[in-house]
């Protein structure tokens, strides 16, 4: 089917992507007689989890969610808007693996097809594109790669680390490594679990469970001896392999990877706790992972895990409880049994993000004191486990995480004065990753996640306490990006800024019906451990007076922008227009503001006084100084109808400045964030039909 769409303006949309800058118009023009195009309705799914992949998608309109599967639930981990893309990997040669996530629409949707075979025809003939392409695939892979671990990030830091390994799949009972045959490869688990077990039949011992972020077979080559053990996948697998000889000759090369490996020998060993054995079981028809702690004198402590569930128990052999604490919270029930002073076990039903620390009391038989079982009583946690720890980011130099961001905060700006001020990078680098990412502005921090104000049942306020209080300057209008593993995956939102100091960040959330994310934040108890990412985005500092239209959780614009007027750094007076249902967000914090001086404030309640129409904006256009500026957010239609008025009202375009908000998760709604002539003109086509694009002219 095809249709003489409007081609430049589909040729400026592609090159906002900037995958096809090496291009010449005649090149372009060749890709978009491939292209085809397709208005997609909300909750479409595009792409599949385990498909291959054989084509990349521009959003031209709309927004796409990225999101995963899992037992019994749903996790979206990203939101890709307008002029993003999706699906590129299948374009390179050589790449056409299968999808690692699913992929939908999350509102009217436009999406731009590219197959791959024509895109690579196209760039075999130019190879400046098959240069950026070759680039742009590499730094992915090893970013992802990267994100599994610091003996992953050392291994990506290796100038020839992309030609020492390959990406091997196995499905559900293939081996990966089998017991006797000469260690001639490390493995890295990226996706699946596996089994690791020695002898066959009814000799078979289960001794470990591997997940996405584990290596395996590394200490075959360390020792050089063969393999001790099989390993077998219990899921669809997915691995990179390493080659054994490459690997050898760096490990002799360099010290951070030697101490790496050491650490991971002895996790086979509990540190003076003697050893630990896993296998695998059942309870109530679902399948189980348990390991048992051989500790000194003689004390053992059974761990039980539902696969895929967030399901704990924990108990020490032979103890009798003489006391029991419980802490529910939404859904989530955790339980502490003492015995004298000592913890003897725990259960936990629901996400517990700090379980490893507190099971490490546990297993330590540290004493219990009173008031650990009253914090526990209090936040569901303990103090130990609440603390936000100063990680290392440079293992050969023991350089913390607060060096670095010190050093930037410093003035450092280039990856040569970083290793100048801290060091970090100058002896195995395999901490310069993480160094350019946090140049870059990607760089996530720990911090110590601490409700505070709630605004009504499903509104509340955060501040997210950054590692060593080692915050970055922020603005209005800037945001920053949470991240958190949920379910096993590393899911991450952004968020607008409402307030920002040396110690962290303040974001307000509204707890979406289908928020995965936004609803574990509001289940998480005080001092849970997140990762934030430096404020970016562009800062609201309007050249003179500003008008604020706000409407909703939009109102932290108003709020960011009237803590702005009280450090000084707006440029003339502010007024904020909230509308609100009810009781509004921040409804103290505003008016308190209003009474010093700090802006001026006018409130309107919908449910009482209706919708903001286009008079009651064009008063406020009339009233505002000459020249204002004109911030706008609120949700989709709120914005919309708001911005309509100002430009009939007579304000340019250049003075209008929107930020929208929506959640990334739950289910697919709305509509597109603006009007596109080819929504209407694709929506009285056939419907589910890829639409050919012609030539120019």
């Known amino acids: 089917m095809q249709h003489p769409f409007d081609v430049p303006l589909v040729t400026a949309a592609l090159a906002r992507t900037g995958l096809f800058d090496a291009l010449d118009a005649q090149a372009v023009d060749t890709l978009l007689s491939h292209c085809e195009i397709r208005l997609c309705p909300p909750g479409e799914v595009v792409l599949h989890e385990g498909q291959p992949g054989d084509a990349l998608y521009v959003v031209l309109e709309g927004a ?13 981990l990203a939101r890709v808007p307008k002029g993003g893309h999706v699906g590129e990997q299948a374009l390179l040669p050589g790449g056409a693996r299968r999808r690692t996530a699913s992929v939908r629409a999350a509102a009217p949707t436009v999406l731009l097809r590219l197959p791959r075979e024509p895109f690579l025809e196209v760039v075999a003939r130019s190879e400046g594109l098959a240069a950026q392409l070759r680039d742009a695939g590499r730094a992915q892979l090893l970013d992802r790669v990267a994100e599994h671990g610091a003996l992953a990030r050392a291994l990506t830091a290796e100038p020839d680390f992309e030609d020492a390994f390959a990406e091997v799949e196995r499905a559900v009972g293939e081996k990966l490594i089998v017991e006797g045959a000469p260690a001639d490869a490390l493995y890295l688990i990226t996706k699946g679990f596996a089994e690791v077990y020695r002898g066959e039949g009814a000799g078979r011992v289960r001794l470990a469970r591997l997940s996405p972020g584990q290596c395996v077979g590394e200490l075959g080559l360390v020792h050089r001896r063969p393999r001790a053990a099989s390993v077998v996948a219990l899921s669809r697998l997915q691995a990179l392999r390493i080659d054994g000889d490459w690997f050898t000759r760096r490990y002799a090369a360099s010290p951070a990877l030697r101490a790496w490996i050491g650490t991971l ?75 004298g002073d000592r913890l003897v076990g725990l259960d936990a039903i629901g996400p517990w993000p700090d379980l490893p620390a507190v099971m490490d ?37 023991s350089v913390p995480h607060s060096a670095v961001r010190g050093a930037l905060r410093g003035g450092c ?54 590692e060593g209080g080692e915050a970055l300057p922020a603005a209005p209008g800037q945001h920053i990006e949470v991240r958190a593993h949920i379910g096993g995956d590393p899911v991450k939102r952004s968020y607008l800024l409402t307030g920002w100091r040396d110690a962290g960040y303040e974001i307000t959330v509204r707890r979406e019906p289908e928020g995965a994310f936004s609803g574990w934040l509001f289940a998480q108890p005080p001092g849970v451990t997140v990762e934030v990412s430096p404020p970016s985005g562009d800062a609201l500092l309007p050249p003179g007076a500003c008008v604020a239209f706000v409407a909703g959780v939009g109102a932290n614009a108003g ?80 914005n919309a109808d708001v911005i309509a008025a100002l430009q009939a009202a007579g304000v340019e375009g250049r003075r209008i400045q929107p930020l929208v908000f929506g959640h990334a998760g739950g289910p697919p709604a709305g509509a597109p964030d603006e009007d596109a002539s080819w929504v209407d003109s694709l929506a009285d086509m056939a419907k589910g039909a890829w639409v050919r694009l012609l030539g120019r002219g």
């Not at 796409?64 to 899992?70: K, N, Y």
């Not at 004198?297 to 128990?313: F, H, I, L, P, S």
């Not at 914090?375 to 303990?382: E, M, P, V, Y």
Request: with cysteine.
């Open 559 to 638: 709020l960011a922008l009237a803590r702005a007027s009280v450090e000084g750094r707006l440029a003339g007076p502010l007024v904020v227009h909230q509308s609100s249902r009810a009781a509004p967000v921040f409804e103290q914090a505003l008016a308190e503001l209003d009474v010093a001086g700090h802006l001026t404030l006018t409130r309107r309640t919908t449910a009482r006084e209706g919708r903001l129409g286009p008079a009651d904006v064009a008063a406020v256009v009339k009233a505002a100084p000459a020249g204002a500026h004109f911030v706008v957010c609120g949700p989709g239609t709120y």
């Open 361 to 397: 009391r546990l297993l330590s038989g540290a004493p219990f004191a009173a008031q650990d079982a009253a914090d526990f009583q209090a936040t569901g946690t303990l103090p130990a486990a609440r603390k936000v720890a100063d990680p290392v980011l440079c293992a050969c130099l």
């Open 265 to 339: 020998e002895s996790a086979y060993r509990l540190a003076d706790r003697g050893f630990v054995t896993t296998h695998g079981g059942s309870w109530v028809g679902r399948d189980t992972l348990t390991s048992v702690y051989h500790l000194p004198q003689g004390r053992q402590v059974t761990v039980t895990q539902v696969v895929g569930e967030a399901v704990v128990d924990a108990q020490t052999a032979s103890a009798v409880p003489d006391q029991t604490l419980v802490h529910e919270r939404e859904g989530a029930r955790r339980t502490l049994m003492l015995q």
């Open 64 to 76: 796409l969610q990225v999101f995963r599967d899992l037992a019994r639930s749903e996790v979206v």
């Open 413 to 466: 700006s280039t990856l040569k004065a970083l290793k100048g001020k801290t060091g970090c990078g100058t002896v195995c680098g395999g901490c310069v990753p993480d160094l350019k990412a946090l140049l870059a502005g990607r760089g996530f921090a720990p911090a110590a996640l601490e409700p505070g104000a709630e605004h009504g049942p499903d509104v509340r306020t955060f501040f997210l306490g950054v």
